[in-house]
C-alpha cells in the first residue's frame, strides 16, 4: 500500500531503517559532546536545568545548531528519509525543524496542531528518528492511531467552546506587549482545557507505542494524539531526533497559529501590527527555530469579515522567520 495512504488511513507510517547507522552515531557523538559540555549528564539534571531558562535556552540552541551545519544536514535530509516523506506528503517538501533528545520527554497526550501548522494536516508532518534502540522502560513515543481523523480542525473550537472566557483569554493574547513567559502563563487555561478535552477524547482507545531500532523512523500528522510513556528506568538514555516537515512557505509554519477556521488569521482582516515584540523565553521544544531575541508580531484582535467572525481572535505571528528554508 502507497505510504500516503497508510498516512491518510492510520495517522502515522513506520520506515524501518530509514536512516544509516554511520551518520546517526556521528550525530550522536556530537549530541553526547554538546550535553556533556553543557553539564548535563542524566535525566535529573536535565529536568534541573529547565527552572534556569537561559542556561536551558543555551543547551537548546546548541543541540538545534547541530542539525543545520553540513553532518546535520546529511542527517536530517537523507534520501532515506525525505523520499519517503516526499511519498507521504505527495509532493516537495520542506524540512523546517529538527532536534535531538537525550531521553524520554513524558509528554502527556497531546496533539500538536495548534501551535505548530496552519495548512490541511495531509500536507505536514512530523519525522520521529530513533538514534538508537529504544528500550521499552526508556519512555518509547506513543500514538493513538487514527486520531487524526477524529481530532481535526474543530478540537480547537472546541477547547475554545469549553468555557465562554476563553475567547475573551485568546483576545487578551494579542493585546499589550506580551512577553514569552506571560504568554504561556495566559495562554495556560486553554492548554490544560485542550489537554483535558485529548485526555477524554482518548479515555477508551488503545495506543501503540514504538521500542523501536536505530535507524527507524515514525511519521506522524500533526493531528495524531501522541505523547511519551512514563521512563521507568531513569538511568536509561533515549535518543531520539524529531523533525517537522510540510509542503509550503515556513510562513505556514507557526507558532499558536490556528485556531479552528473561525478564528482563522490568514484572512486580510487580521493582518499583523507593525511593532514587534522580543521572544524572551522559550515555551516548548516543539518550536525549536524560535530563539530568544526573535521579533514576533502581535495579531490584533479584529473580527474576521470573510468568515464571519462575530468574536476576536488573536496571537503571535513571526515577522521575518528565520528558519532554515531548505527546499529538496
Ligand atoms: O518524544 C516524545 O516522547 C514525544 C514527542 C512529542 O510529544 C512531540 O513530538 O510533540
Redesign the pocket.
Known amino acids: 500500500m502507497p505510504l500516503s495512504t497508510i498516512y491518510r488511513e492510520q495517522g502515522y507510517v513506520l520506515l524501518e531503517q530509514a536512516l544509516p547507522a554511520e551518520l546517526i552515531e556521528e550525530h550522536v557523538f556530537r549530541l553526547d559532546e554538546v550535553y556533556r559540555q553543557h553539564g548535563i549528564e542524566s535525566y535529573t539534571a536535565l529536568i534541573d536545568r529547565r527552572s534556569d531558562k537561559t542556561r536551558f535556552q543555551a543547551l537548546l540552541r546548541a543541540v538545534q545548531e547541530l542539525h543545520n551545519d553540513e553532518p546535520g544536514l546529511q542527517l536530517t535530509m537523507h534520501p532515506g528519509l525525505r523520499e519517503p516523506i516526499a511519498e507521504v506528503l505527495q509532493g516537495d517538501p520542506i524540512r523546517v525543524s529538527a532536534l535531538s ?1 537525550l531521553w ?2 513524558e ?1 502527556t497526550p ?1 496533539a ?1 496542531t495548534s501551535i505548530v501548522w496552519r495548512g490541511p494536516w495531509q500536507t505536514a508532518c ?1 519525522a ?1 528518528c530513533a538514534l538508537e534502540d529504544i528500550h521499552p522502560e526508556a ?1 518509547p ?1 506513543f500514538l493513538y492511531p487514527k486520531t487524526h481523523l477524529t481530532t481535526g480542525d474543530t478540537y480547537r473550537d472546541e477547547v475554545l467552546s469549553a468555557d465562554p472566557k476563553f475567547i475573551d483569554v485568546l483576545g487578551e493574547l494579542g493585546q499589550g506587549q506580551l512577553r514569552g513567559d506571560e504568554f504561556h502563563l495566559r495562554a495556560k487555561p486553554l492548554f490544560e482545557a485542550a489537554r483535558d478535552l485529548i485526555a477524554a477524547r482518548v479515555a477508551d482507545l488503545q495506543r501503540v507505542s514504538f521500542p523501536i531500532r536505530r535507524g527507524d523512523v515514525v511519521v506522524f500528522s500533526f493531528q495524531t494524539i ?3 510513556e512514563p521512563i521507568i528506568d531513569k538511568s536509561r538514555r533515549r535518543r ?1 531526533m ?1 523533525m517537522d516537515w510540510h509542503l509550503g512557505s515556513t510562513e505556514d509554519f507557526l507558532m499558536n497559529a490556528y485556531w479552528g477556521e473561525t478564528y482563522d488569521h490568514r484572512c486580510e482582516e487580521n493582518r499583523l501590527e507593525k511593532d514587534p515584540v522580543q521572544v524572551t523565553t522559550l515555551g516548548s521544544y ?1 518550536t525549536p527555530d524560535l530563539s530568544v531575541g526573535d521579533e514576533l508580531y502581535l495579531r490584533p484582535v479584529k473580527r474576521c469579515e470573510s468568515v464571519g467572525l462575530a468574536t476576536p481572535r488573536a496571537g503571535y505571528e513571526r515577522g521575518a522567520p528565520s528558519y532554515p528554508r531548505i527546499r529538496l
Open positions: 533528545q524520554g520527554s509528554a497531546h500538536d512530523r520521529w519512555g513515543l501522541h505523547g511519551g531520539a524529531i516543539a
